[in-house]
């Protein structure tokens, strides 16, 4: 995170780490203990270990250090709830998160309850910018596992054969077809890109930096289902030519013929959903796609995905342009954890889906991690992973900026990732 | 089973699936929904599962088929509570049952519920024979997983660094040292064995038959933690030439060097144990061994692992000298899941801990398995495991007899399995 | 083996050395030194290794310990050439046996010839009868790995899509259908079984003891290709209860439908055989079976595999009734390695196809390894392993006996595997 | 490749033809038939394989649709010999080429003689110039299976305990320590990148293309053995703080704790070499590193790996003083196949070791693949790897060129790779 020691107000520091844990665990509504303890691969952790986590960030990150006489919920958390911060200490397996049934998902309830309540008031005394800091890193940090939750969530639940949803079917009647992506044509020039302002962002957002773009027309809007299910019906699945090597024999490998989530019965598409089953909606942002199959459908489709600097200038320049961004998508605050139908007349670009972009996640010139054990929290990643831009239906609409750099290895799935082209 | 079509009372029966029903649902004592639902394994099944596959034995095997009207409390949990008959139809994946949420352990227990009072409400009526031999078969089924829902807990708890106890821990002075083991000799002869008269026996027990026997030597107790420990500090996990190939093999790949749930700390022994971690005791029976351990140990004892038809022929030769076998045991009625400490004067052969035998499982001549599914119990299973008699800790001891065959891979280390030695 | 100390004549057994060696060489014949160098998997070595193999257990266990001034010929050899003995030392690993283009195949057959040499020379003084029980262990040795040299190259020459043949095709027209195989009874009795007399044997053959055996029927020639044909064209490997549990997993994990080697093109059934592709015989015995694949057709045919007790009940009792055994079946020294065509008017029990039985490889009773690193010949494989009996078209006509215990995992096909029935 | 349809004299291509295909040859110089066929990971193909893989370039690209009257010396080869071009066919599997004992080495060679002999009759008459373009780019490709011969066959020899050299050892006297590296100044600008003029270039070195480099300092020699051997002196290798997380992960997968090809025995420290074993020189520049040890040991001096876009900068900046590039480097040319020691005077940017730069191989903005087949040589390969960039003591003097951009995975370690430090 960028060091801004001197913009704090405790109070209002406090009411929105309030705020963000009462959103954290209203994801749990309708969810038993047992539900909270599903772990379906390593990637994706239960809920009760991603409400323990979040807590143990501040508390090791902020109580320990700054809180005078710190006591320990409990000690044996400390490795418990260490996500990779090696600069901790040991870690508990990640492969084995969902082998903990102790301690209960009352017990990691009283302990985020104790940390948050400890936070709280230790930051009416006269914290020092430096720890306010990292408590505002811990609430972007909270913000990202909330997030996963519903991702993971939405995974565990896929291996059990019964499909159950947890959140409500999305209302209305299915839109009139979007109709064809216009594309807009943006010049060739300098721009000065990354995070810039007062605001928070990650520290892989920073240093802002100039670079060359090329001319470049992007679309604006993702690439929906009708036009990603014209790519199967093309056979898109079976014709090497349009994919990666290793994109390929990820698909072989997989099996894969479809979007993760999408089944086929009697020629009728359905989706698992966070409503559980659900017909396809042609009109819907396609995701759940990995790396692999976004670059096969742009290739396709004649296109290419666009880099994240041309994301991100076209981005700019709508925001330049008086587009109000957030609110254009849809984010985690609906609580359907589902893509809104894409409309033809809000061509925004926060929110619905991850949009995969074909820049691998590098350092920025002239990045420096921060220091200390969160330095830890985005630098040591920087391999073997693509950028995704633009935030999902799962992000809280506070925590998504243009200047946003998500990333996940090119054969994930379980994100709410789809694409947008670009020529 | 054995056909014994005619020998069955209704009420004795019912009343006798009422007590094992409460005896398997005393297992879950002090239990949460999310210990539940623990697989750590894909060989380890969840507690929630075993409950609800031991009430889909009797709602497939009995009620379907034989319930005049028969509806199914749920049609889902023919497929998922469905082991391993493949002519019942498809399985949910094995690996994959610790990711079953859904149905609830409340939901579960409302299922063994509705189907044990189906059961014992259609027993009343003038129910045939043959369906009264398969309620006797799954009253000796459900006391199988009874045993597994505490060896597959014992395992599951292990991958919690909290290493949680379930039960109290055995009370009482350590005894004195039982001395060194007194070995009895049998001489060479001809044999009947397997299972005779009218008790139930599994089908894998029968038919009756006659072998010869050479001379041999047989311990009267099994071998002591005190007696393996001397083993392992004269490094016998280190000498290739005490191995089977494969075992060692396993030995490296497995990284073992202690049997499974020791601890050494600061040269002290421990046990992860059903009351949590305990010092180990050196006149408890050794037990967590593989096959390729036992096997070692009596090859660096100068000595070696009994067969199972000499296990047997003694074991039966103390039964007709009087032995009242079941007794001199310990057994899963105790509530402690946890072997008794030896005596020297009690020599007895069932309870306390499973024994490896030098045989491979495979059937008796003239073996048969029962016609249509449940001939799937045993005999599919007869490759590439070897026989362990005489019943352990968590075995019940109604449960148990001298002819009984137990069965797993010599390289399974989670069940309650000890050895004797012979010579 | 058995300790025959007195009955060595020097010169006899030079002869026999040399001959033995001339029958390895000739196996190489139309072979070049890069086919030498072949290894398709860990289990099958490369002919050159196997070359160089039998000469080191003649270096290593005769010459280094019974020749004054004896010097190796490449210090190295010691351990590139040590297949599994710990107690020689350390060894090259057995999956990268492949990797060793030096020493050349010139070097190797080099290296064979001076250990041949040097023991023909040592073998004219005054040697110890102990070393000369060596010499004979390690001339049925090389006996051995001249079956494996041709088993293990027909499965190296299968991964080369031109599919090569280094033998003449078999001669002659299709015999005619050899009719329905007869079984014949056998009454229950003791017998004893087990190698007796002076003869050479392994140690595994050993000791002579009783064994009860019940009555049972035996087919008096081998399954042949049209009957096992009726297996597959009947379903047989798609109906999971003709198969063990762990038989269907193999099968699916391989993808098994047919035999190994088998090809089927436009509905026409051929072979990869030591001649090449070949048409399938139908009066051939089926091989390159699985046990699992012989045990489910047994299942499928009403029948079951033998014991190995029946199997060598069956053929002692063939030879006392004056059959010259190795005489009636087809052998190594044919140069075929190819099994003749079953004959109704034949009924032999040696030579062919191997046997599988439904016995699992494990000491008799009474077992005692020899002393020493080659006590580690089979005792340590005593595991995991099923037994076949009577020999193959690629074993040697002197190395076979009715009490030869042959032995593999049950999964495994690259041997001239096939089965008799039983019932 | 780029389309230069009118620049091709068919003799002076000839000429080069048959000069590339004699270099090739001579890398077989001392190598053996068994040599030739070893393949010790699927990455790494036979000697034998790439032989016939660069003639079948040539038969199956420009003969076969160009050469009047076409016919193939074998039609297998066309699958044998494919390497990764799914627009032609079947491929043989890759990591079964090492069974590929047929064809013979000698009629590879045959093969590989009667395609140039054709190629070169060809070429005499009026050959079009998009065929020469084909013929040039298969030159360029056999180049590169040049140095792939040399990188494969060094970690085949690897996998020999005897550790084969096939090349003269390095001559000379050590040289005086390099002493420290300077760093030199480039300030911040627009720069114009990738390919441009007339030369022969690979698709993915176009289209030139401008790009915003920042200021940056750049070290003016790769890192040397000595300074690497600090790192591991320092506990570099057990610093997970140094590492990036896939790094750390592939590090303690690997048993990672030297470079590959280093070997500690006794406190001394030595290399395998194409020369066999040879002490570790501390002058020469470190190389058979993974992208991950690279940016550890950047990490631990202080520094960072230099991104393609400084490097390339960096290099033709000193092209425009006039440093004649490929004349300051080591290349194959000098038949030894090891890096030459560092000189503090002759600060060249080609040859000695490639660079890891932290560049992903990505496309550069406007790159389109070829048209065809040959359009798989390069695009296809775009995700997962890191681009490195300066050519090796392997790479011939003609086929490197300062905008030159090879690509491995980041855990690869075989290639003569090492690094340049920037900052």
Same mark, same amino acid.
């Given at each position: 995170m960028n060091a801004r020691d001197d913009v704090f107000v405790p109070e209002l520091l406090a009411r929105r780490a309030a705020g963000v844990r009462a959103a954290t665990l209203a994801l749990?509504?309708?969810? /038993?203990p047992e539900d909270c303890m599903? @772990?379906?691969?390593?990637?994706a952790s239960p809920v009760k270990w991603h409400v323990g986590h979040v807590a143990w960030f501040f508390e090791t990150f902020v109580l320990e250090p700054w809180q005078p006489g710190f006591r320990p919920f409990?000690?044996?958390?400390r490795e418990l709830f260490?996500?990779?911060?090696?600069g901790v200490g040991e870690r508990h397996p990640r492969g084995q998160? !969902?082998?903990?049934?102790?301690?209960s998902l009352d017990r990691v309830m009283a302990y985020q309850q104790s940390v948050l309540e400890r936070l709280l008031e230790w930051m009416?005394?006269?914290?020092p910018p430096q720890a306010l800091a990292l408590v505002e890193l811990g609430l972007h940090h909270e913000q990202q596992h909330q997030e996963l939750i519903a991702t993971d969530l939405k995974h565990h639940f896929?291996?059990?054969?019964?499909?159950?949803?947890?959140r409500p079917a999305p209302a209305g009647e299915a839109m009139a077809d979007p109709g064809p992506a216009a594309f807009r044509r943006y010049d060739a020039g300098l721009a000065d890109l990354g995070h810039a302002g007062d605001g928070f962002a990650f520290d892989?957002?920073?240093?802002?930096h100039r670079v060359w773009v090329e001319a470049f027309e992007l679309a604006q809007r993702p690439v929906s289902n009708a036009e990603y299910l014209a790519f199967i019906e093309d056979g898109g699945y079976g014709r090497?030519?349009?994919?990666?090597s290793d994109g390929w024999d990820a698909r072989v490998r997989g099996g894969w013929?479809?979007?993760?989530?999408w089944m086929r019965d009697d020629g009728r598409w359905a989706c698992h959903t966070a409503a559980g089953p659900l017909p396809m909606d042609p009109a819907e942002p396609v995701c759940h796609l990995s790396y692999y199959e976004a670059d096969a459908y742009a290739r396709w489709a004649g296109a290419r995905l666009p880099t994240e600097q041309e994301w991100e200038r076209a981005a700019a320049q709508a925001m330049a342009e008086?587009?109000?961004?957030?609110?254009d998508g849809d984010f985690a605050?609906?609580?359907?954890l589902h893509p809104a139908r894409l409309r033809a007349d809000a061509p925004g670009f926060l929110g619905g889906v991850w949009e995969w972009t074909q820049s691998a996640y590098l350092p920025y010139p002239g990045f420096r991690p921060a220091a !200390?054990?969160?330095?830890?929290?985005?630098?040591?990643?920087?391999?073997?992973q693509m950028v995704l831009r633009g935030g999902s239906c799962? /992000?809280?609409?506070?925590?998504?900026?243009? /200047?946003y750099r998500n990333f996940f290895a090119p054969?994930?799935?379980? @994100?709410?990732a789809g694409l947008r082209l670009a020529r």
């Open positions: 749990l509504d309708g969810l /038993t599903l @772990q379906s691969m390593p990637e409990d000690p044996a958390f260490n996500s990779y911060y090696v998160r !969902g082998l903990l049934s102790r301690p009416d005394d006269a914290a896929w291996h059990n054969p019964l499909l159950p949803g947890w892989n957002e920073a240093p802002r090497p030519d349009l994919w990666l013929d479809m979007p993760l989530y008086g587009a109000s961004l957030p609110a605050e609906s609580g359907l !200390g054990a969160v330095g830890e929290y985005n630098g040591k990643f920087m391999i073997n799962a /992000t809280p609409r506070s925590h998504i900026r243009h /200047t054969g994930s799935r379980w @994100q709410y």
